[in-house]
Every structure is written in structure tokens, then in C-alpha cells.
């Protein structure tokens, strides 16, 4: 087993395109770390220079103690699972996961044993004489994992493996490439544009966006403490509620859609550098689980006007507008194309039985002692 280690790494195209700029990062023995973020980011070819694939333009890569910069990838000791599965249409199953070996000159016997006990490992034992074309998605893509992990790797490295299967199988084949991961204890590299899986699967996600690590952490303090506002955006579905307001004097309450929100004093005392915005614009971030309906006179809500809502039987997803300006961050989410200010949208998580339907003028309570809060110019988290 191995660790893997990045230092200062970038990636400058002849053509002086920098589209990975000085990344570190450290993945130790058996975690699991996924890459996010959003196309063209950079994420795929951080993987693919750690795979040999792409030259290092500076900076140093080490697997376990071995700086592997100049060292040609079927010498890295990795295996990689591909976006497109890349199996062999000709060969069975067996010869699609024995290929590599067979190319090491492994006894034919060896070879065997090593494509049944994986074959069994991925539930393909039935399927070993089959040809790619005779399998569905999910079978292929365990077909590919089985060709990565019987060549026993130091390092695993996954490029979206699971983007062209359906969204059914999609969640299931994420809990079984952990559980793959788990009994093999590798260091893992996952690269994946989609946010939930990047949640659902990583021991920890480093969050990339325009070449830059943003932020690496567990899920949930990417969640909860996200570092700016493109974080904070990414993660979460739906997405976080980014509005224009403005503290109150003494940073005691926000003003936001013209109503006023008290912060308790608890605020405060875990955003110690808030009271400097006294009296100041600010961006707040409410996520839509932290917005309740209030009684059509309760203090603490801001009018709104439901727009859109989806029945999801635990939960209603309601769309609003308020009168504030939202924000929208610049490829945090798939539709904005800018960072750009648009009339007060936003989605509120609420329960599954609540009498709420399109057209409706409602007030929504948000819980203040959530509130995420943001420097409106520079998008930077304040804590």
C-alpha cells in the first residue's frame, strides 16, 4: 500500500495555458478522496498526471516515498477505471480482467486464480465467459474495475466511472465501489462532477474550480464551514440560498427582503469577525432545509411567492422569490453561466404535508443560528 502526495503541482500547456495551479495535497493509506467540481476545472488532469498520462510542469508527486515525476505509468504501480469502461469487445470477461496479467507473463494458472477470486469480489463469477456486448452498464462497469484491482495496485484512480450508467444504478454501484475500495485498502483517487457522489463516497473531497483547490475536508465541514461562496454553492442540493443584506448596527440583526431577522447572541460568538460588518452589505447563505413556513404575522420571516413545488413524498421542494437580490456563483451550479444578481429565487426543503401550492404568498422563517455569511466582494467566508 501507498500514500499519495502532491507538492506545488501545476500544469502549463505549451501554449502557456495553466490549467492546474499549484496543488498540494496528501491521500493517505486507504482513503478515499474525491475530486469535484465543475467541467474544466481542472480535476481530470490532476488524475491523469498522477496516472503518467500528462507531464508535471512543476512541482512533485510521490507514491508512498518514490517521487514518480519522471516515471512511466505502467512503473507507478496504479491502475486506473475509465469514464468508457475501455474493455475489449472481442475477449470475455475473464480475458478482459486478465489482460494485464497476461501481458506481465503470469503462469497461466496464476492468471486463473487471480481473475476468479476478483470475478467473486464483483459478483461477475457467472459472467466470466461472456463478452462485453452480452453485459449491461453496471456489469461492465465492474468488468473494468475488475481489470484495475487484480493487478493488486498501490493506487487506485477512478475518472467518472459512473457517469454513463442510469441514476438508479448509479446509486448502487456507489455503495459497492466503496465497499471494493474498503476490502482493499488503496489509496483512492475519484474524480466525479457530481457533487452527491463526491458527499456519498469520500473519506474527504478537495473541491477544484478554474484549475485552483478550493477547499479539501470530510463532507461535512465542507457543509457546514464551506470556505466562499462557490463552495458553499456546490455542495448541497438543492442549492444554498445566497441573498444581498445588510447587518444591523451592532451586527444584532440582518435586514434581508426589507424584514428585519434577529441573530442571537450565539452567532455572534461563532463568527467573531461579524460585528466588523456592522451596518455593512453582506451576502447570507440559508440552506433550504433551514427555511420553515411561518403564521402570516410571525417576526423573524420574509414575505415570499411560491413559484414552482415538487412532491417528493418525504419533502416538499418549494420555489420562491423574495424581494432581495440572490446570487448566483459562476459554474457552482449547472444553469449559471456569470456571477450574476437575479430577483430574490430560491428552494426551501419543507415538510411533506404542508398546504403550499404555485401562486401562493407565504412567509418563510429561516433558522438564523444556520446562517452562513459571506463578504459580498471578495465571496470569502466569514467566521
Known amino acids: 500500500m501507498a500514500t499519495i502526495n502532491l507538492e506545488n503541482i501545476k500544469k502549463i500547456y505549451p501554449n502557456g495555458y495553466e490549467a492546474v495551479h499549484d496543488i498540494s495535497l496528501s491521500i493517505a493509506e486507504g482513503e478515499f478522496m474525491v475530486l469535484v467540481g465543475p467541467s474544466g476545472c481542472g480535476k481530470t488532469t490532476l488524475l491523469r498526471m498522477v496516472a503518467g498520462l500528462e507531464d508535471i510542469s512543476h512541482g512533485s508527486l510521490k507514491i508512498g516515498e518514490k517521487v ?5 505509468p505502467k512503473d507507478r504501480d496504479i491502475a486506473m477505471v475509465f469514464q468508457n469502461y475501455a474493455l475489449y469487445p472481442h475477449m470475455t470477461v475473464a480475458e478482459n480482467i486478465g489482460f494485464a ?9 496464476e492468471i486463473g486464480n487471480k481473475v476468479r477470486a476478483a470475478a467473486e469480489l464483483l459478483g461477475l463469477t457467472e459472467w466470466l465467459d461472456r463478452k462485453p456486448r452480452e453485459l449491461s452498464g453496471g456489469q461492465r462497469q465492474r468488468v473494468a474495475m475488475g481489470r484495475a484491482i487484480v493487478r493488486e495496485p498501490s493506487v487506485l484512480l477512478m475518472d467518472e466511472p459512473l457517469s454513463n450508467l442510469d441514476a438508479k444504478l448509479r446509486v448502487k454501484m456507489r455503495s459497492e465501489v466503496l465497499k471494493i475500495q474498503r476490502q482493499l485498502g488503496v489509496a483512492t483517487m475519484y474524480v466525479t462532477h457530481d457533487q452527491t457522489e463526491a458527499m456519498t463516497m469520500g473519506d474527504r473531497v478537495a473541491v477544484l474550480n478554474s484549475g485552483n483547490l478550493l477547499q479539501c475536508d470530510t463532507p461535512q465541514n465542507l457543509y457546514d464551514y464551506p470556505i466562499d461562496q462557490f463552495v458553499a454553492s456546490f455542495i448541497g442540493s438543492p442549492a444554498i440560498n445566497l441573498y444581498q443584506a445588510e447587518l444591523t448596527q451592532g451586527a444584532k440583526g440582518l435586514i434581508l427582503a426589507g424584514e428585519l431577522i434577529d441573530l442571537p447572541d450565539s452567532v455572534l460568538v461563532s463568527h467573531p469577525i461579524l460585528e466588523s460588518y456592522a451596518s455593512k452589505q453582506i451576502t447570507v447563505g440559508i440552506r433550504p432545509e433551514d427555511l420553515s413556513l411561518a403564521d402570516e404575522l410571525e417576526t423573524n420571516a420574509v414575505g415570499a411567492v411560491v413559484e414552482i413545488v415538487e412532491a417528493l413524498g418525504s419533502e416538499l421542494i418549494v420555489h420562491f422569490t423574495i424581494k432581495a437580490n440572490s446570487i448566483t456563483v459562476e459554474g457552482a451550479i449547472e444553469e449559471a453561466e456569470t456571477i450574476m444578481e437575479s430577483k430574490g429565487a430560491g428552494v426551501a426543503r419543507i415538510e411533506p404535508r404542508a398546504i403550499v401550492k404555485a ?25
Request: charged residues 25%; without cysteine; glycine residues 6%.
Open 68 to 72: 514518480v515525476n519522471e516515471v512511466s
Open 101 to 109: 496479467l497476461k501481458l506481465k507473463k503470469l503462469p497461466k494458472e
Open 359 to 383: 401562486g401562493d404568498n407565504v412567509r418563510l422563517k429561516p433558522n438564523s443560528t444556520a446562517f452562513h455569511f459571506f463578504d459580498s466582494v471578495t465571496g470569502i467566508a466569514i467566521y
